[in-house]
T-cell receptor, first 113, second 112 residues
Framework: DTEVTQTPKHLVMGMTNKKSLKCEQH?????MYWYKQKAKKPPELMFV???????INESVPSRFSPECPNSSLLNLHLHALQPEDSALYLC????????????FGSGTRLTVV | GEDVEQSLFLSVREGDSSVINCTYT??????LYWYKQEPGAGLQLLTY?????DMKQDQRLTVLLNKKDKHLSLRIADTQTGDSAIYFC????????????FGQGTTLQVKP
């Protein structure tokens, strides 16, 4: 298995909703990442987990809450989002933090209404 | 700080070669990458090059690295309409653990 799987592929949520994005990999990678990408822009790093511990938080608002329950799973909990949070949310993994060979998932397209 | 720059748009005819260029500022970069993103999709790693190499070839793709000028290029031979996408150059270095620094992306348009 050489993939990063993200669910759901599309999500529409209201500003008062709580939802979660899920990311899964079974490559034995010990670093996992959340990126946010706006249309026609490069991905922006949000969070890095290394060995299931939060390593980097790029000053992301608290309405985004990451969680790494085990070495294969990464979640992003969403609460009280704003319309400007609408974007493609990409998960990635690599063998170790900062290692070569980042593998990206196909993303969750989030629309906040 | 680190910066990665690319031209925003390139248009070629099917069958021609495409060359996408990238410059970076961090001389400590260890790995340099090319990612492809098709509309509505995630990022696909096309190839990467380690900073102690100056060339890497993989089928239709050739990566050239000029470390002195901090210049990276991706050449696609015999460009096909399926190559139409956004191509991102990216780099990592040990002092920025976990951070992939991306360029703005080059939109490649392939005309039949």
């Amino acid at each position: 298995d050489t993939e990063v799987t993200q669910t759901p592929k599309h999500l529409v949520m209201g500003m008062t909703n709580k939802k979660s994005l899920k990311c899964e990999q079974h490559m034995g990678h010990r670093a996992m990442y959340w990126y946010k990408q706006k249309a026609k822009k490069p991905p922006e790093l949000m969070f890095v987990y290394s060995y299931e511990k939060l390593s980097i938080n790029e000053s992301v608002p608290s309405r985004f809450s990451p969680e790494c329950p085990n070495s294969s799973l990464l979640n992003l909990h969403l609460h009280a989002l704003q319309p400007e949070d609408s974007a493609l949310y990409l998960c990635a993994s690599s063998q170790r933090e900062g290692n070569y060979g980042y593998t990206f998932g196909s993303g969750t397209r989030l629309t906040v209404v | 700080g680190e910066d990665v720059e690319q031209s925003l748009f390139l248009s070629v005819r099917e069958g021609d070669s495409s060359v996408i260029n990238c410059t970076y500022t961090d001389s400590s970069s260890t790995y340099l990458y090319w990612y492809k993103q098709e509309p509505g999709a995630g990022l696909q790693l096309l190839t990467y090059i380690f900073s102690n190499m100056d060339m890497k070839q993989d089928q239709r793709l050739t990566v050239l690295l000029n470390k002195k000028d901090k210049h990276l290029s991706l050449r696609i031979a015999d460009t096909q309409t399926g190559d139409s996408a956004i191509y991102f150059c990216a780099e990592t270095n040990p002092s920025n653990t976990g951070k992939l620094i991306f360029g703005q992306g080059t939109t490649l348009q392939v005309k039949p």
